[in-house]
């Protein structure tokens, strides 16, 4: 009785009845195998694997062995012999196994369990847990996952959100498009100039083109112009993380730079001061990730030596502070408070002559509007930097693909959106 409740419960080979179960105990390393051999079961209607017809006349079987989900552990096979029929509207076909995936030597049940867990983890892990090779499991992942993200629903779109990032090594780049109003990545594309993003608003086509109310990116991004003649009646959004970012590398790393060259080359090492000096340059070198870390993520420890560094050097400690308000350009919901911020912002940058500082300055007042339309698109600051740090661990997960369209797949498939 249980040994054929068991049987029930593991059954699921539709047209097929289990007739013989061969074990194979582990050895050293490897799990245990199990072999279930199917026969088919008697006068059930086989039917064309092309039409779905019933075909009355079998022509011959062959026999399969596929694999299934692991029982208890052990590395499990299907046996079974699968009909050559004579298919009267195609002609010679094999019968339709329903349990049988369509491309690959294992059962859908088997598939769907490899799509769910390489939704959450890299390829690699997924092929060894399973004992499968990595191609299937990219193959099985790339085809669940084209599968339930079909194609895009582009209607409705008011926000959208641009961005680039590197492919590889950083040789090669490429964009994505995201809805940011859903949160939901709307398109990846190879490339970052102009013409890649054409293709984009070439499937967003005309009409839902001008339905298009902001536009955020980044306000160095190459595409700006083919957004600019795709969507004119658009307002350009210049996002809180990619000003932050520029800064950081333009101004807060270059100043340190130069202070670091200022303390000038080490003393003769009869000099007096000469210990004094090598401490100094040393805690210059050392100070980046001080300054950039924000600040309410710092130790105790380190936020004494941040203090240190800043109360001895006065240009780092200007660079610091103008950081720190910078972000607050981000905050306003009246352009006016945020145009009083910014004039305040441009003369203290310009006050500072720190060469790096005020050419920021400069470059910054020109793309003012950008940043101050913030204030009309009250978006999620933190979007595109979120989907830019999970390309990055999509990446490291990937590692060793070449294959663009399915890595632009899992990055669509992290962004699926929240409900309008
Ligand atoms: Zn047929």
Not at 114 to 126: E, F, G, M, N, Y
Not at 134 to 147: G, P
Not at 212 to 239: G, H, N, T
Request: net charge positive.
């Amino acid at each position: 009785m249980a040994y054929e409740e068991i049987t029930m419960l593991l059954g699921g080979w539709e047209g097929f009845e289990l007739v013989n179960v061969l074990r194979q105990p582990a050895t050293g390393d490897a799990v245990p195998v199990i072999e279930l051999e199917l026969r088919p079961v008697p006068n059930y209607a086989k039917r064309c694997s092309n039409c779905g017809e019933v075909v009355a006349v079998v022509h011959d079987a062959s026999p399969r062995r596929v694999r299934d989900l692991p029982i208890l552990e052990a590395e499990t096979w299907v046996v079974f012999p699968r009909a050559r029929l004579a298919c009267p509207r195609c002609g010679p076909t094999v019968e339709m196994v329903p349990w049988l995936d369509r491309y690959q030597r294992l059962t859908t049940r088997l598939a769907a369990a490899i799509a769910r867990l390489a939704q959450v983890l890299p390829i690699k892990h997924v092929a060894a847990w399973f004992g499968v090779g990595w191609a299937t499991v990219k193959q099985i992942d790339s085809r669940a996952l084209a599968a339930r993200l079909g194609p895009v629903a582009l209607d409705g779109v008011r926000v959208l959100a641009l961005d680039e990032f590197a492919l590889h090594r950083g040789q090669r780049y490429a964009t994505v498009v995201a809805d940011a109003d859903t949160r939901r990545v709307l398109w990846v594309g190879e490339g970052r100039d102009r013409a890649a993003v054409r293709a984009f608003f070439a499937l967003l086509g005309p009409a839902r083109c001008a339905r298009v109310e902001a536009v955020v990116m980044d306000m160095s991004a190459a595409f700006a112009a083919e957004v600019r003649a795709a969507c004119p009646q658009a307002a350009v959004v210049y996002d809180r993380f990619h000003v932050q970012a520029g800064y950081h590398r333009d101004v807060v790393d270059r100043v340190r730079v130069d202070e670091t060259n200022r303390v000038g080359r080490a003393l003769p090492r009869d000099d007096p001061g000469r210990g004094a000096r090598v401490a100094e340059r040393r805690e210059l070198r050392e100070s980046r990730w001080l300054l950039l870390t924000n600040r309410a993520g710092l130790g105790a420890g380190d936020r004494v030596r941040l203090y240190e560094l800043l109360g001895a050097n006065w240009a780092l400690f200007t660079v610091y502070v103008l950081k720190e308000d910078l972000a607050r350009l981000w905050t306003y919901a009246y352009p006016g408070a945020a145009r009083r911020c910014w004039a305040d912002w441009y003369a203290r940058a310009h006050e500072s002559g720190l060469p790096a500082l005020v050419r920021f300055a400069d470059r910054l007042a020109r793309h003012i509007d950008g940043v101050v339309n913030h204030c009309r698109y009250a978006l999620n600051t933190g979007f595109l930097e979120g989907i830019n740090n999970k390309i990055k661990v999509l990446k490291r997960m990937a590692y060793g693909y070449r294959d663009h369209e399915y890595f632009f797949l899992k990055i669509r498939a992290a962004f699926p959106g929240i409900p309008r």
